[in-house]
């Protein structure tokens, strides 16, 4: 066998990644979801083992210093149940490593094409279950992993609500005449829709550059119109807050850059968005929820006592978020950011941190229209983690994007042909 034939045996296949986001409604359906991150990833790992070419960016330095810590803040757990939840985040820390490093390293046949239109499913089914909590929003699916758990497991509300999922939240703050309907499937929480939305708006951008006919574009605008329904009804801040920074950055790089036409085109498709959200009453019924729920001033309130708390623990934090004092919050909540600097210590918290600079900074060369959807993946993350947890599918959203835009920004500064088109492996052979 030649050389040549053996390293085209030897590359990592792209359907471990694509079965994630292409999977995921199968394992929301069997109840598999909250576990499904680690699930996905035994395949990756499997393949990762056999291949002989691992490679590392730098930006996963920080990261691995930042699992050091992870790891060790065990050690300050108090009770046995709060193990449980511990294991439950390692295991999504793992399978989104692991999916990071096997993107990374499957550039032969992991192409952003096809990486692109897998997400993009993904975000099909998150819209559609969106749509389940706006018309069904008192909804919920009995899995038949709730029928087989222990009964100890399911008396734990948080369990319950991984493995029964509800359509939609329903909130009614003290003294509201209304009950608020927030859609939150696929996920267990309303933020958890809105930050996956937020991460998955830029594959989306990235998939339309790969439509290669009118048809299949026009077809991806209406989805996008579709997802505002959903969206509106969530009355999530958080989202548009993280949505309106990535777009209105993107916009200032495409206009330093001189691409007059995508920067009108991310113009417009900015205001249609602003106008529909103005015409469904989001705004209204965004001031009525605030005038009985000020969950501004409760977040402040938790973010300085979780700040405070830290600091009689900076080295290895709690292990995991524990009840506040003062407030029906826990600490280590309400945020990714608050959640590793609780829960790991400040060490950690730098080193992810830095980590998520990292990705932003390597990934600053991508500039043209298609590539700078890759880029805005870890500028939306950087912004929406400050306030939202990334203990999910958003947290692999997060490391796939910025695995590849890393990859993207190493073939543009190695200079070996457009960011887009992968080499087949066979040519690649030939050219050393």
Known sequence: MTAAATKQKNVLPAWPVLAFFVGYPVAWVLGLAPFWIALAAVPMLAMLIVYRDIRFPKAFLPWALFWVFLLASALMLDEPLRLVGFGFRVGNYLGATIAFVYVYNAWQRLTVRKLAFGILVFFLFVVAGGYLGVLFPTGELQTPMSRLLPGALMDNEYVRD?????????????????????????????????????????????????????????????????????????????????????????????????????????????????????????????????????????????????????????????????????????????????????????????????????????????????????????????????????????????????ALGLREAHRIRQQKGPPEREPEPELAEATK
């Not at 829709?193 to 990235?206: D, I, K, R, T, Y």
């Not at 048809?215 to 997802?227: E, Q, S, T, Y």
């Not at 807050?241 to 200032?252: D, I, N, R, W």
């Not at 992810?352 to 880029?375: K, N, P, Q």
């Open 162 to 402: 991984l493995v029964i999922p509800k359509f939609a939240q329903q909130q009614t703050p003290w003294g509201s005449p209304v009950t608020f309907s927030r859609p939150s499937a696929p996920f267990p929480y309303t933020n958890g829709w809105g930050v996956n939305l937020a991460l998955l708006l830029p594959f989306v951008l990235l998939a339309w550059t790969k439509l290669r006919t009118l048809r299949g574009k026009v077809l991806l605008a209406v989805a996008l119109l579709a997802a505002l329904v959903p969206a509106t009804a969530t009355l999530n801040r958080g989202m548009l807050l993280a949505v309106g920074a990535a777009f209105a950055y993107g916009a200032v790089r495409l206009l330093f850059k001189g691409d007059a036409r995508a920067f009108l085109a991310l113009v417009v498709v900015s205001v249609i968005g602003v106008g529909i959200l103005l015409a469904s009453g989001f705004t209204q019924q965004l001031e009525l929820r605030q005038t009985y729920s000020n969950t501004s001033d409760g977040r402040s309130r938790i973010y300085a006592e979780t700040f405070e708390k830290t600091l009689q623990s900076p080295v290895l934090g709690y292990g995991a978020p524990r009840p506040s004092e003062h407030v029906d919050i826990s600490l280590g909540t309400q945020g990714h950011f608050w959640n590793v600097m609780f829960s790991h210590g400040l060490i950690a918290l730098v080193m992810f941190e830095v980590f998520l600079i990292l990705l932003v900074w390597g990934t600053r060369r991508l500039r043209s229209g298609a590539t700078l959807a890759l880029h805005l993946v870890p500028v939306t993350g950087l912004v929406a983690h400050l306030y939202y947890g990334l203990d999910g599918p958003q947290l692999v959203l997060l490391l796939v994007g910025g």
